[in-house]
């Protein structure tokens, strides 16, 4: 993990860190100023500032969190950069580990060779340039295409996108629960303390749990491998 | 003024920043080449793309379309840049719209969470380059025992909460899935897909994403599953 970690990766972050700043810079002055011309008060947008500054800490916080599972397996700079461009950790882990297992490593193996670290990485680039470049060439003909879509199978497409979600995830799963026993309990605690923290949420209407609901649910999962691993070992 | 003049600007902008951060995102993968001559051989990067392009494809189009009457043109520009967008986007421009007591849809409401978004920005980039690198050194301060807990387990953690998420409001959909891909991976471990070239992963992966999907249309159609009420996200 000397790599992972090096000096002239955590340089190589910078350039497109910047970038996602100079977006934010130019259209927040743009949204000011046209803003105050189209009658938005100094103080409403004060107070959108503000919110969004209030807001993201947070989230943030629960993001960092999620962070700890990228930065054990790819490295903190890597890890910085795919959470602050793009990513997110339920695309990045997936992504880095269908890297890996192109050498058949796994995520968390001993002594991944460098040649397969570098391919989660590609691997992390390349497929979140798909969201990029949607963004970038589409976001123009958003309207168009949404009226053209929703004509007639509306109801279908949160299905089939749910089904594609649930069959690639259902993978990852299976990979976890035939590596051991510890793997399974942790994939089962983690998902069984989600829907319990989703339900509670729902049901009381409170936020912040929702946010923290896959940073807490993560933790929880991680101290039942852990559990399993001192008690009872692996049984497969 | 706001569609003669903004929309124009950050449609100019906008392309032209994620594109630039495309290109500056393969920061990364270059210094593993250039600085330490590491780079994967042609048919792994291919193969990882593949994998990656099968399971996620389909958000690249879905998300954007599903996300954009909420975040507005900027916002959807930014969001798609700097990620992180039901947890922490759209929280944050629903939450601004809302203080600042603004209409939802129209083009006031635009500019705020224009405004929240690139706020949120500032905060997330800054907080999380200093936890990346307090996070780092504490990771490796840590005895062994935690440290192989924390690469081991996290990530069977993660995916279990991630799936419990999506599979909450289609269970059976859920266990089909789990179904397909537990009987494919034991397939493969005992060697019964070797009749396949190469490593047969794919294989596992493609099979359990469009059987799924497949499976789910069909059950549709049969008026066997419908959507919820509500969106979770």
Redesign the interface.
């Known amino acids: 993990m000397d ?1 992972a ?2 000096r ?2 955590w ?7 910047m ?10 002055r ?3 100023k ?2 105050k ?4 008060s100094e103080e ?2 004060k ?7 209030i ?3 947070g ?6 969190a ?4 990228l ?3 790819v ?7 795919r ?9 990045e ?3 880095a ?3 890996l ?4 490593y796994s ?2 193996d001993e002594s991944i060779s ?10 992390m ?16 003909h ?1 309207e168009t ?2 009226s053209k ?1 929703s004509n007639g199978n509306e ?25 051991g026993t ?3 309990g ?10 319990a923290l ?1 339900h509670v949420a729902d049901s009381r209407d409170i ?1 912040w749990i929702r ?1 923290w ?2 940073g807490a ?6 101290l ?3 559990a399993i ?2 008690t009872v070992g692996s049984w497969w | 003024m706001y569609q003669d003049s903004f929309v124009p600007y950050v449609n100019k902008w906008g392309r032209r920043t994620n594109l630039l951060a495309v290109a500056l995102s393969l920061g990364p993968a270059v210094a593993l080449l250039g600085v330490f001559g590491i780079l994967p051989p042609t048919a792994a990067i291919v193969g990882a793309f593949a994998s990656v392009a099968v399971t996620f494809g389909w958000a690249w189009f879905i998300e954007p379309l599903s996300y954009y009457p909420v975040l507005g043109i900027p916002g959807t520009y930014m969001a798609f840049l700097s990620g992180n967008i039901s947890n922490l986007r759209l929280p944050c421009a629903a939450a601004a719209q809302e203080a600042s007591d603004v209409e939802t849809g129209t083009p006031q409401a635009s500019i705020i969470s224009t405004v929240a978004i690139a706020a949120s920005i500032f905060v997330n980039t800054v907080m999380l380059g200093i936890g990346a690198v307090a996070l780092v050194s504490a990771f490796q301060a840590l005895p062994e025992l935690w440290r192989n807990a924390l690469e081991s387990y996290l990530v069977p953690a993660v995916f279990g909460a991630i799936f419990a998420q999506f599979g909450r409001d289609y269970p059976s959909i859920a266990a089909i899935g789990f179904t397909i891909a537990l009987v494919m991976t034991v397939l493969l471990e005992f060697g019964y897909l070797a009749f396949l070239p190469s490593y047969p992963l794919y294989a596992v992966i493609i099979v359990s994403v469009f059987g799924t999907t497949l499976i789910a249309r069909w059950m549709w159609h049969h008026d066997m599953i419908s959507p919820p009420d509500e969106a979770s996200e």
Not at chain 1, 47 to 53: A, D, E, L, S
Not at chain 1, 101 to 104: K, L, Y
Request: hydrophobic share 60%.
């Open positions: 790599v970690n090096s002239w990766l340089l190589s972050t910078v350039p497109v860190v970038v996602v700043l100079l977006q934010a810079a130019i259209f927040l743009r949204a000011w046209d803003g011309e189209m009658g938005l409403k947008l107070t959108g500032f503000k919110t969004g500054v807001s993201a800490i989230p943030s916080i629960a993001v960092l999620g962070m700890l599972a930065i054990a397996t490295g903190g700079p890597v890890a910085w950069m959470l602050t461009v793009i990513g997110s950790i339920a695309f882990l997936p992504a580990e269908l890297g297992s192109q050498f058949g995520l968390g460098e040649t397969a670290y570098a391919t989660a990485v590609w691997a680039t390349l497929g979140g340039t798909g969201w990029l470049l949607v963004s970038a060439f589409g976001t123009r958003m295409v949404r879509i109801k279908l497409i949160p299905i089939i996108s749910a089904a594609a979600m649930l069959g690639a995830f259902a993978y990852f799963l299976s990979g976890e629960v035939t590596a510890p793997e399974t942790a994939v089962a605690v983690g998902g069984l303390a989600m829907l989703l936020q946010e609901s896959l649910a993560m933790f929880v999962g991680l039942a491998g852990v691993q001192v």
